[in-house]
């Protein structure tokens, strides 16, 4: 049993999987390297991630130690080290939103230049192939950028739902919007039950992420070709109006009067206490649902990939971990570092990354026996979510186009303005950031 610290308190971390099988699946060639020093936030998954650490730590010899902080202080700490003569931090666990920040500023060693012959395993999921930037057309692209970084969480959404009220009346899991909606309606009774709850409340990036599939599951962007560096904002397409308008509704006719001051924490405490029977959430949360220590409703809540709109695809929100190594390091150190993701990646060690709790990137992990319990059901939805999976955006700039949505988007929920006058002056002033950044770009009509 070991013991780590987080915000000066501490923590168990499990009995690891190595020591019960004698340590010889995970005790795979990791050479002898000097210590390495991990910033990372305090998150759902953290403690997973600590207790595979470990599990390096006894198969190799070698020393990770985390520093655990909140988001926006392990963002805070990212940006000063690897503005700084040299990085304190050998290993950077960087956001699946804000990654574009040290991708477009040049802080990250590509991993090939540390190691040639340095590969993603292939069954390490890419979401989104965002491990590998292209410096000179600055876009993310597999076939001609440089890997960067390695997945460390695959943050995605999932459609949470109350799978014993589905059963009594012979229900399957949402597969369109209008399925949800109808489901959702079906089971109101508030303030008992609550069909849905819904995040709306303004954040770092809050409602932005949890409508981000709404609008491409309505066949909808946020840019016309990004890829391609054609940032024209299209939100406010018909698309556009058809996913806020399905929010708004739920929101209204199966939700909370107060859905526009929800918190992810409030979705997962309506779920917990058995007064909600939908909720859309990052994968992280499932362990709590089933917690008989933080659930009044443990093996009642099921999993599946987020509802969509006839005729296009279900698109999970990405809101992942990558792991990066800073240029402003010693070369011992970028090889230490690289040894553990090398280490990591590894089928055998993502499966036991899942028997510990973690968050496996890897498809051996969810096609693994493991996933066929019903205790770890969620794995069987994220076989199917994770290739579905797309980012918000792949560009520096996010948090000022986050800044611009939240305002517009929880204002919509709440009543404040209407659909049309929300999604209209939030392409505006989007489109403005992204001309003042040197973008092309430009906002389609008003909506009438």
């Known amino acids: ?131 590998w930037f292209d410096a000179e057309n600055k876009t993310v692209n597999r076939e001609t950028g440089d890997l960067l970084t390695v997945p460390v969480n695959p943050n995605i959404t999932l459609m949470f739902y109350r799978k014993d ?19 959702a309606k079906m089971f109101h009774n508030p303030p008992e039950m609550y069909g849905i709850v819904q995040r709306a409340s303004r954040g770092t990036v809050s409602v932005t992420w949890d409508f981000f599939p709404y609008i491409n599951g309505y066949g909808g962007s946020f840019f016309r070709d990004e890829p391609n560096g054609d940032f024209f904002v299209t939100l406010n397409s018909e698309a556009g109006r058809n996913a806020l308008e399905m929010y708004v509704q739920l929101a209204k006719e199966a939700g909370p009067q107060n859905t526009a001051s929800l918190t992810q924490g409030d979705l997962i405490q309506f779920l917990a206490t058995g007064k909600a029977v939908h909720a859309v959430l990052p994968v992280a949360a499932w362990a709590q649902m089933d917690d008989p220590n933080k659930s009044i409703v443990p093996g009642k809540i099921d999993f599946a990939t987020l509802p969509h709109a006839d005729g296009f695809d279900s698109t999970p929100a990405l809101g992942h971990w990558l792991a990066g190594i800073p240029k402003n390091l010693d070369d011992a150190q970028k090889v230490a570092a690289l040894e553990f993701l090398k280490w990591f990646q590894k089928p055998e060690t993502q499966i036991a990354y899942a028997e510990l709790g973690g968050a496996p990137v890897s498809a051996a992990a969810y096609e693994s026996d493991f996933a066929e319990k019903p205790e770890n059901r969620y794995m069987l939805a994220m076989r199917t979510a994770s290739p579905q999976a797309k980012g918000l955006w792949t560009i520096p700039e996010g948090a000022e186009i986050a800044a611009v949505m939240e305002l517009g988007l929880n204002r919509a929920v709440a009543g404040e303005i209407t659909v049309v006058d929300a999604l209209n002056s939030m392409a505006k002033d989007m489109a403005k950031v992204l001309a003042d950044a040197g973008y092309k770009t430009g906002n389609l009509p008003d909506l009438k």
């Open 1 to 131: 049993m070991g013991i780590r610290s987080v915000f000066g308190k501490s923590f168990a971390v499990t009995t690891s999987t190595a020591a019960v099988l004698g340590m010889g699946v995970l005790a795979a060639a990791a050479q002898s390297q000097p210590p390495i020093n991990v910033v990372i936030n305090q998150s759902p998954w953290l403690e997973g991630f600590a207790s595979i650490v470990e599990e390096y730590e006894d198969a190799t010899g070698n020393t990770v130690s985390l520093d655990v902080n909140p988001y926006a202080g392990s963002l805070e700490k990212q940006r000063n080290a690897v503005r700084s003569d040299k990085s304190e931090f050998d290993l950077l666990i960087v956001n699946g939103i804000f990654y574009p920040e040290m991708y477009h500023g040049g802080f990250l060693e590509p991993l090939k230049n540390i190691d040639p012959d340095f590969e993603l395993d292939p069954q390490v999921y890419t979401y989104g192939d965002t491990p």
């Open 165 to 183: 009220l589905y059963d009594e009346k012979g229900l399957s899991a949402p597969e369109t919007f209008d399925d949800l909606l109808a489901n």
